[in-house]
């Protein structure tokens, strides 16, 4: 059995890359258990990525996964999991180097903060190794309903839309439409509360998103297209994400 590449150890956890079938499957239960999916969550981009799985050391135990899928420019990005979803032509011209973050799941049952900041510790480390330059993904919230949320994109559609240029349109059959017809002002702390810990973080770093959601009925989950140009993120915050990063 191969050796496998850890990426970053800090404290109890440890990021390292996958390196067999095994380890891909761990990561598939996993998501299975956050997303609650009616079968084992797989497809057909788990053989084009990446994937990355943070443990307790101690424990053995895997809580937390991602997989990362790496584009030269946005030439490739009809090869993403977001363009079945969303229209990503005002993206094509973008140049260098992207990668799609997806399927970023924490373990239900642990909650200790430092796997969120190990987790984008490892992030930090492959977009530096791979000379990314813009990160993106799609950002979920658990369940159908836009009701809960409300206040969240409220947040949203206040103060964290994507520039023009590079704003994506709509493209999947079921969508919430909250920046053209929310009107609401958002309640701060309700919106925070509500907001998912991956988004969250994005946002922090000066992360933008897509004007809609899409319903994602097989997921159960709606999700907005997110996108982060590395270049944009604060200095003070580059400098902390590679401290963890080492």
Known sequence: MAEPDILLSRGQYRARLACGAADVAAAQALRTLCFRT????????????THVLVEHAAAGALVCC???????????????????FYDLHGLQDSGGRMAELGRFCLHPDWHDPDI????????????????????????????????????????????????PQ??????????????????QAPDMKKALQAM???????????GRVS???????????????????IGAIPEARKRLLRAVAG
């Open 66 to 84: 991602f997989r990362l899928l790496v584009l030269e420019g946005g030439g490739g990005l009809e090869r993403s999991y977001a363009a079945q």
């Open 166 to 183: 590079w704003r994506v349109r709509e493209k999947a059959p079921e969508v919430v439409r909250y920046a053209a017809e929310l009107r």
């Open 116 to 163: 969120l900041r190990i987790a984008w510790g490892a992030i930090t480390a492959l977009v530096d190794r791979g000379s990314v330059q813009m990160l993106f993904g799609c950002s979920s919230f658990a369940g159908t309903s836009a009701g809960p949320y409300l206040d969240a994109f409220a947040l949203l559609r206040q103060r964290h839309l994507a520039p």
């Open 211 to 229: 004007d809609h959601a899409v319903v994602d009925r097989r997921m159960n989950t709606l999700h907005v297209f997110t996108g982060l140009e």
């Open 196 to 206: 998912p810990p991956l988004l969250r973080t994005y946002l922090a770093m000066g």
């Open 38 to 49: 009616s079968g084992t969550d797989c497809d057909a981009f788990d053989g084009l990525c």
